[in-house]
């Protein structure tokens, strides 16, 4: 039977357990980090040397470590592509801009243990020899600022940040930027440019990729808050321990934001891949199931930007046979093992972890209606299909809502999403917001249709008649 | 602030290494590194690569002299690379050549490099269909205002739209509508609702000008150009926005309204407001000027220049321009006149005749004068006019042609130390004849001895001793300009010359750099431009015949002239030559 596996949040909900420094440390804070700085130069088989520093590196590599931001990218192989012969510094940025609609599993962290954050930065920073860190966090998270500000003055005063960390020569400096509203701020390249002191237009990449040209143009490291707090479970267990946890190329453990119809909504640390999504969904430790009387109907897998998964939907999911031959499995939605790669078989995601549950009682129409307001608002606007796609498809279905719909419309809807996503945009919101309005329109076409055929039908019947048997919807004046 | 690549004079650059790539199939050889925007030499794009390949690949952000930053999405092009095996080697097909992998994202052809066997395909359906989205993109929220938007005829959303785009509209919902006819600054106009958002007028203006002057406001679909509250947009480079903007959301104050673009003669010409020299092109109709626009010489201007320069025009059309040759108060002609001053200047005593040329005067110009002040032994010289430079283009040296009169013996590297001289020649009576062109030197004349005191304090020298009073001296005042003027009302003779833009010539430029120019509109009146008449003259005085047309004096100038030895009229191109200087 599935569990909770807590590691990140194992002390977080302890009764009396708080932010500050002493309480960390009674918890065996820092102990990760001075593992970390004492680690002596291992000399190979092959007579190479590693630092210790390039040890950490390595076990984040066995560590399997997967980013915990959205796109699941393997923690190892992005901090290997940092430009280290530039000559220029290397920065690394925390990224808690926790946006993603759905998801508030950073914010336990940042509210309840700031310090395993700040531990986990500081040991990637020695890692990859970063002397300066940011901390980039949501404007609207306020209170979180406020403790990590508390947290790194608590750090500073124990000399785990600043000059000459615990007498051995390493330098750093950390400091908390906060947002000023926008979910693009989240997506890496924004956050640099909102960073520097601009507007947060997600950058072009090639040339821009972070790892060489970041922040002010340096190398640059961008890792979620979860990713980071992880490193220094990598470092207390080794990465070969932690790759235990989990399921293989899914390892560790991440924290699943749940909400929407279900009894028990809230966050639940497991192993990757150790709960199926009907396990969190109605296992009474997690979600516990439907109100009473409900049906499912649909589940958004991984934060509001993945492809909807439908009650009752089969998916052929490659498992291993007895003699280990790769055989394909049909899979029903619920039994789907919530790791990255299983949804990502599903054809969708398990991205920032946020699982929203639909049922029965849910408008699909007024709910994509609902999101796709979110994306409108949100595009920067820097690129073309972005912004005026996210804008056209949030009209659309306004209308649709508003009982102005028509029977075309569910199609018309359909093109105007195929226009945005698979690399015409400058950066992955473009898929976000399409994804889940092609998604959608897969999966719960008839919906859109239905309604706008109702549209349709109620305008015949109205008197005045102007659109009767027409199926062009009133339209504003331009 | 960086001027974009503006000389020739550089060393050599070192061979760059080739790479073969396909475009739709034809295989081509592109340098590996190509000059970008600020002239660092960085890898050759896609988009490079089909320009050199004569491929068109639509665009609306990327400009050849600005930051890219792939924004338009206009440029999607699908591409492939050669396959590599498990072992990095490259995986052949039966027939040997190599296998290539199509990349299942397309690309920013703009931003892309290219690399070794790389295959870009612009015509899939796949980049047709793109293009028709981001067309359809653009157009849903766009007003649609052709009939009354200045761009129209020039307009790269009205272009693409008929290669690329589609002919229906799907889109049934409510505009987007943003402010119209914002005043953004002293010159400039904006039509937000125009604006594709390709944010080449804020790469301009804060990477090319130096101003960081413009913004985007607001999110999404309702994104705005804007300045900063209360701070009007206003250096003297805010109409090449006009030029960069792809669409008619920035249009000209002086311009829009005035013409539609289709109707204009466009001729190439120089601007003629400072040494710098700015290629230019006239937009005119019907003996009417109607704009100047920058014209691309990478030389000299880039894509650029500055606004006082561009509306440097209005005073050709002027009522009050000079039209008729006068003599002594009189109307009179062209070959009585000429007739008239070749018998005068013939029988002048050597020394008695002086000569204030214009460093706005042609080169054939100047150096036909420069054939009487031979003949003649006259002191010769021009005026200065100086003011301040700036970092891009503008030269603190506002005659165009100043290196002109210096090759041409006009007047000393040190322009205007021989007017203290002809001054006193006229007040001792030895100067008896003075020669004017092109200037009005009452103007800044000042009494000999209020002069004479500045210059023992140092002050400014560009004043001069040749007041109306000195003028009164002489038996022969021979003036040619353009407009009336103190010094034209006084002359004996007077010879209506004409704009630049009413004649063809050549000037030679701060640094350097011959470049002709053309004529665009007629010269009002009688009025003629003066190389013609001049060479008449000289042909009178002196006897040579140095030919008919602007080709063969300049030519047989070419010969004459060190500096401009082995040029020709044919070989300055549009772009103009360097010469030593
Ligand atoms: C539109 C958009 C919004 C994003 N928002 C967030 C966010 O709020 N927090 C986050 O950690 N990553 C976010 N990401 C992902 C980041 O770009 C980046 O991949 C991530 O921070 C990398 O960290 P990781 O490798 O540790 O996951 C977002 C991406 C996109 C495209
Ligand atoms: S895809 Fe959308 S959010 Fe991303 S850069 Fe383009 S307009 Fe901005
Ligand atoms: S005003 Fe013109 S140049 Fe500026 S962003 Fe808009 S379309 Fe581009
Ligand atoms: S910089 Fe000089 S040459 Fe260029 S446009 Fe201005 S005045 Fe004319
Ligand atoms: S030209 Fe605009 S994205 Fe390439």
Redesign the interface.
Known sequence: MAQEYKLILKHADEPGYTPDMECYLRHGGYQALKKALALPVKDLPDGKKLSGPEQIREDVKVSGLRGRGGAGFSCGLKWSFVDRKSGKPIYLICNADESEPGTFKDRQIIHKDPHQLIEGMIISCFANDVKLAYIYIRGEMPEGARILNQALKEARAKNFLGKNILGTGYDLEMHVHRGAG?YICGEETGLIESLEGK?P?PR?K??YFPAILGLWMCPTIVNNVETLCNVKHIVTLSGAEFAKLGTPNNTGTRIVSLSGQVKRPGYYEIEVGKATLGELINDPKFGGGLREGRRLKAIIPGGSSSKVLKAGEKFKLKKKDAEGKEILVETDVLDLPYDFDSLAQAGTMSGSSAIIVMDDSVDIVGALANLSEFY??????????C??????MN??LQ?LTHGEGRRQDAD?LG?IAD?IP?????CAFGEACSWPVQSFLAKFKDEFVAKGAADEARRAQSISGAAAGTS??P???? | MSAAATTENKPAAPAIEKIKVKVDGREIEVPRLIADWSGKLTPTTMIQACELAKTEVPHYCWHPKLP???????C?VEFGTPALGPDRKPVLNPDGTPKIAKSP????SC???VSPGMEIYTKTPAVKQ?RE??L???L??HPLDCPICDQAGECKLQEYSVDYGQSAS???????HKPKAVDLGPRIMLDAERC??CTRCIRFTRDIAGDDAL??I??????TIATFPGAPFDNNYTLNTVDVCPVGALTSKDFRFQMRAWFLKETKSVCTSCATGCNILIGSREEKIYRYTPRDNDAVNASWMCDAGRLNYKWIGRADRLQDVWVRGQKSSWPAAIRELADKLKQAPAGSVAIIASARQTNEELWLLAKLKARLGALSDAIPREGESDKLLVSADRNPNTNGARLTGICFTEMGINLVKIADGIASGKIKTLIVFGENIVKRAVAHDKLRERETISEVVDEHGITAELLGKLDALIVSDILPNETTRLAHFVLPGAAPAEKRGTFTSGKGRVQKFMKAVEAPGVARAEWEFLQELVHHVTGQNNGLTVESLFNQMAREVAAFNGLTWQALGDTGVTVQI
């Open positions: 926008a507007r237009y072009i090639p040339p409108a608002h949100e595009s920067c606007g820097q690129c073309t299909p912004r005026e796609g996210s804008l056209w009209r659309t209308r018309y093109k226009n698979g690399g015409r945009t400058i062009v919807a339209v504003a004046p331009h | 890219v930053v792939g924004n338009c999405r206009m999607l994202r397309p690309a920013i931003a892309t490099p793109m989205g981001v359809e993109s653009l849903i929220n799907r889109f049934v919902e409510a505009k987007v594709i958002l913004g985007i607001n999110r999404g679909s309702y994104n």
